[in-house]
Every structure is written in C-alpha cells, then in structure tokens.
C-alpha cells in the first residue's frame, strides 16, 4: 500500500515558482495548468486510473501547431541585430513557408533557467502576424534582470523554448476613423505589427498617428522600418525624446515630427487635437507611463471605453 502512494506521490504535479509566471495575465498561466493538472491528479488517484492523467482531448490539429498556450516549442535564433546597447532584435527560424499564426498584438512567452531557477516573460514578435518562415522579438536587457541573464547568452543558431499565443489587440478593419497609439521603449512591439496589419490591407482606411517616446533619438528602436511605415498615406509617425539635448541635430526627416521632454497633459492634449477624428487610444509602456498617459486622457474626456492599454 505505502508503494502505491509512492507512485501516486511521483506522479503529482509540482506547484510552479513564481519566476515561472511571466506576469502578463496569460490564459491559461501556468498556475493555471497546474491547478487542472491537480485536480486530474486528484481524480485519477481517487478512482486508482493513471490513465485518467494523460490528456485524451487534443485534437490532431493541435499536434500540427507550431506553437501552442499550453506546449514549449523550440526555435533556432536565425539572427541578432543590435538596436542600442542595450536592446536587440532576435529573428527566430521557423519551417517554411509556415507561420505562428498570431493575431494583431498577441504575445508569446520564452522559457529559460537562470541559476537552477526557470524564468518565464512575455515578448510582443514585431513581425507581421501573418510572416512566413520566421518571427522576431525585440528584447530590452536589465541589468539586474532573471530573464535577461538568460537573454544575454543568446547567440545565432541557438535554441529557445516558446509557448503562446497570449491577449491580443480586438481589431477590426475600419472600426475606428482614427487610432493614437503612445508607446514607451519597447512598448513599441505591439504597435508595429498592427501598423504592418492595416497598411497591408488595402481597403482598411483608418489613420493612425504613433508617438514613440524614447530617451534620445540614438535609443529609437528599428529606425528603418518605422520610417517604411510612416511612408504610408494614412500613418503619421511623431517622437518624444526625454533626454534629447537639441532638435536641431536630428536628421532633418526627424526634426519636425520630434518633441523634447517627456509626455505631459499638454502634450497628449495636442496630440488628440491633431487626430482628423476623434481617436481610439492605445497605450503601451511602463506602468507609470501607461498610468500617466490614462490620467492625461481622463482630463480631457477620454472614458475607458475609447482606450486600451497593452
């Protein structure tokens, strides 16, 4: 009888850490996989089955997914591309002619361990959701950062574990007249697949005015395509720059569109007033900045219901 509990105990789920939480409302999280797998152990112990453990309902099609909320999938790391000194772009390779298969804002998590202890965080891929054969993260490393001593080891043709997708931005082509995005650092990633999302359909005719806020022009992410992308017609591209000494050494493309300081009322304020329409607002940064901007928001007469926040 003390064998069988034995083998009974061996089979029992083992709680996560908390570094196994990404901390970005995942669903499911792996607390949440856990608390199921509990409570099919449970069963399976109550009525003495180990075959009630194994999972009988995933469908074939689920087996043939790339990449799925509840498995890790590996991916080789194609190439690095150093953005500032402190951030890179990671492309990842996969199969061709296949794709993630995310939609607009959704984001995946990576997996690693970092001193015997398994860190999770969440990435927003840059790539257009509907990229063939590839995806790419933009990573920001911390200093005192779990995932970025991990981050930091990345080299080309190494292998990362993955799951998602995550959230998600509901949007529909033509919704809304006009969007105003605010993005702060790396709370750029969900903007630009939207960005390349609209811009790809032709019959989608919504503005879009982006305000990128970053400490200086040098630490302004993926300059070249954010550059593609304020070609368009319909996109207005528009920089707060914290830490900038003086406008008036940019690129002359820069100058204009440029803002010293950081975002206040005024600012968000006059930025609203420049939308054709009434805007839909999405915010993505730190939360101080996404709280600060909401305030700025709430002064002038935004309800939630015109407002999203990453």
């Known amino acids: ?56 309902n995933e469908s074939k099609q689920n087996d043939l997914q790339l990449i799925g909320a509840e498995k890790w999938s590996a991916f080789q790391i194609e190439c690095v591309e150093q953005q500032t000194a402190d951030t890179c772009l990671y492309r990842f390779q996969l199969p061709s002619g296949c794709h993630l298969g995310l939609t607009v804002g959704q984001h995946i998590v990576a997996r690693g361990i970092v001193s015997g ?7 927003t891929p840059v790539s257009p959701v509907d990229a063939e054969g590839y995806f790419e993260v933009l990573i920001k490393i911390y200093e005192d950062g779990l ?38 650092g790396t709370g750029i990633a969900p903007m630009v697949p939207l960005l390349q999302y609209i811009i790809a359909n ?6 879009v005015t982006l305000v990128g806020c970053f400490r200086t022009f040098q630490d302004i992410y993926m300059k070249p395509r954010l550059q593609e992308l304020a070609a368009y017609w319909n996109v207005k591209m528009l920089f707060v ?30 930025f609203v007033n420049s939308c054709r329409r009434k805007p839909f607002v999405v915010v993505c940064g730190s939360i101080t900045f996404n709280k600060d901007v909401l305030n700025y928001l709430n002064r ?9 926040m990453f």
Request: glycine share 6%.
């Open 117 to 123: 202890l398994e860190v999770q965080r969440a990435y």
């Open 1 to 56: 009888m003390a064998e069988t509990e034995d083998v009974w105990l061996s089979l029992r789920p083992q709680e996560p850490l908390l570094t196994q939480c990404c901390g970005s409302g995942c669903k499911p999280c792996v607390f949440d996989i856990y608390e199921r797998e509990l409570k099919r152990w449970k069963r399976a112990k109550a009525k003495g089955d180990q075959s009630l453990l194994s999972q009988r």
């Open 147 to 184: 995932m970025s001593q991990y981050v930091k080891t990345w080299k080309e043709w190494d292998t990362v574990c993955w799951r998602g997708p995550f959230g998600g931005f509901s949007y529909k082509q033509n919704q809304n007249e006009q969007l105003l995005l605010f993005a702060s």
């Open 241 to 270: 720059l914290s830490q900038e000494q003086d406008l008036e050494t940019l690129p002359w493309s820069y100058r204009e569109k440029s803002y010293r300081g950081r975002v206040n009322g005024d600012m968000v304020k006059d």
């Open 202 to 207: 032709e019959e989608d005719e919504t503005f």
């Open 300 to 308: 002038i007469g935004f309800s939630e219901d015109l407002c999203f």
